[in-house]
């Protein structure tokens, strides 16, 4: 979804609206539109109060491509957190043909391990809490190695 809204992004002048509206507000895409918040804020691209669904819905407004893929985008996640995993599938073989090369080389990804992803859908255990704790070791142990001593005595402080 990121670098389909890059490309898009990249259509319209740097000083318009809608590519700074895109640049700037990047992370609410990324959000499940079910879970955006109520709450305004001012946003200095807009230059008004808006809520988060709000920004979103005036972005769209500026690209219908925008708007195609971020309603792909939201219904996969959807199916996802359902666990509707022929939903998905069906989703994802039916918009293929119609999709750019960035969001078609993404997907066709899940469409290959399509066994494995059914599997991690309908499967309620999940090693993501695992996964992200050895990350974070590995990244302590990769900045004792680069920046010395402070790191290690907090590497040392939490072996303790």
């Known amino acids: 979804m990121m670098t389909t809204r890059i490309v898009i992004m990249k259509n319209f002048d740097k000083q318009s609206l809608p590519y ?3 640049k700037n507000h990047w992370r609410i895409f990324q959000k499940d539109s079910r ?11 807009f230059r ?10 005036k972005t769209l407004a500026f690209s219908d491509e925008l708007h195609y893929y971020d309603d792909l985008y939201q219904l996969l996640l959807f199916h996802l957190q359902e666990k509707n995993a022929d939903h998905f599938f069906d989703l994802l073989t039916e918009a293929f043909p119609q999709l750019n090369q960035a969001f078609r080389t993404a997907l066709s990804t899940l469409v290959r391990y399509r066994k494995y992803v059914t599997n991690a859908i309908q499967m309620p ?13 590995s990244f302590l142990q990769t900045q004792t190695c ?5 790191f290690l005595q907090i590497l040392e402080f939490s072996q303790r």
Do not use: C, H
Request: charged share 25%; net charge positive; proline share 2%.
């Open 20 to 22: 700074r509206a895109m």
């Open 35 to 45: 879970k955006l918040s109520d709450k305004a804020f001012y946003s200095r691209t």
């Open 48 to 57: 008004q109060t808006l809520t988060p669904r709000e920004i979103v819905n």
């Open 125 to 137: 255990y999940s090693n993501s809490k695992l996964e992200a704790i050895n990350k974070l070791i």
């Open 146 to 150: 680069r920046y010395g001593y402070v």
